[in-house]
């Protein structure tokens, strides 16, 4: 896994190494015993997504943010944010102690029950990260959470999961996950914006999505995000764009078991495939995993 991008490995289910004693796998967050030196973590973090995303995170992220109990100084108390989540989309947060299993995290999500890590990174590792912490899961994935599509969706993918497993269709359904929810960028005001929570939640990607030449900025397709890979060590080599969040609405009600069928006899792409049927937004030219494959053949 790279060090150099701050990228998180919430694609990976947990083993059981790390099984708490709760079948659901929730642990007290315990926020009185967080340490000074915790809270200042957050704080670095924080600060410095801050100062990114203005012109950066879409609208419905920066909304969320401002009307959620998440402050500059300490790592947010789960209850209270819950008590204003349960109030505008019902949701809730709980505390886990970092990956769960598949079936885990879909059943939590089926019942608006968003899992987030209880621990923070170490202050000197802010941009590595083996499991996602209370910095990505909360600062990146609960403002969406108070968007009303983003809410409905999120939910719909927690059932879509369990039946997912059901039929062998898992690795395509996460590709669609990987590529909205924590990695997806959006048209707003005649510009790209990130709503994502792997990129909003990190320095060096957020700004790396937008104005990078080196990746493909595609529009976003359905089967097509299915068909294709993504890098879980590194930046991403493709975002898809969606025209708008209202579209993931859509994607919610829509029954993916025909898709799965489809998109099972076609072959798989590469995370920087392009396809002639592809609306590019942006080509990229790819530098960034040239230059960091070089690197990797040094060692
Ligand atoms: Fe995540």
Redesign the pocket.
């Known amino acids: 896994m790279s060090a150099t991008a701050d990228t998180?490995l919430?694609g990976l289910a947990a083993g059981e190494a790390g099984r708490p004693d709760s079948p659901d796998w929730t642990i007290p967050q315990n926020w009185a015993a967080y340490t000074p030196q915790e809270h200042a973590t957050w704080a670095t973090l924080y600060q410095r997504q801050m100062a990114l995303l203005p012109g950066r995170a879409c609208e419905a992220f920066v909304d969320g943010m401002r009307r959620l109990p998440i402050e500059p100084d300490r790592i947010p108390d789960f209850e209270r944010l819950s008590e204003v989540l349960m109030r505008h989309t019902g949701w809730q947060v709980v505390a886990v102690p970092g990956l769960v299993p598949d079936d885990v995290f879909f059943e939590h999500l089926a019942h608006r029950r968003f899992p987030a890590g209880q621990f923070i990174r170490r202050a000197d590792q802010l941009d590595y990260l083996q499991e996602?912490d209370v910095f990505?899961?909360v600062f990146?994935?609960v403002p969406m959470l108070m968007h009303p599509v983003m809410a409905d969706f999120i939910q719909a993918y927690g059932h879509g999961g369990l039946r997912a497993q059901r039929l062998g269709a898992l690795d395509m359904l996460a590709r669609v996950y990987w590529y909205t929810?924590?990695f997806g960028l959006v048209r707003e005001s005649g510009a790209l914006r990130i709503y994502g929570?792997?990129i909003v939640s990190s320095a060096s990607e957020s700004r790396f999505c937008l104005e990078s030449p080196s990746p493909h900025r595609l529009g976003f397709d359905l089967a097509r995000v299915m068909r294709t890979r993504y890098r879980i060590d590194d930046f991403q080599q493709t975002y898809f764009v969606l025209d708008r969040l209202d579209d993931l609405l859509r994607l919610a009600e829509i029954d993916f078991a025909p898709l799965y069928e489809q998109v099972s006899r076609l072959d798989t792409l590469s995370a920087d495939a392009v396809l002639p049927q592809d609306t590019v937004i942006t080509r990229g030219d790819g530098r960034y995993h040239r230059q960091r494959a070089l690197e990797l053949q040094d060692r």
Do not use: F, I, T, Y
Request: proline share 9%; glycine share 18%.
């Open positions: 998180v919430h996602p990505h899961d990146g994935h929810v924590e929570a792997g």
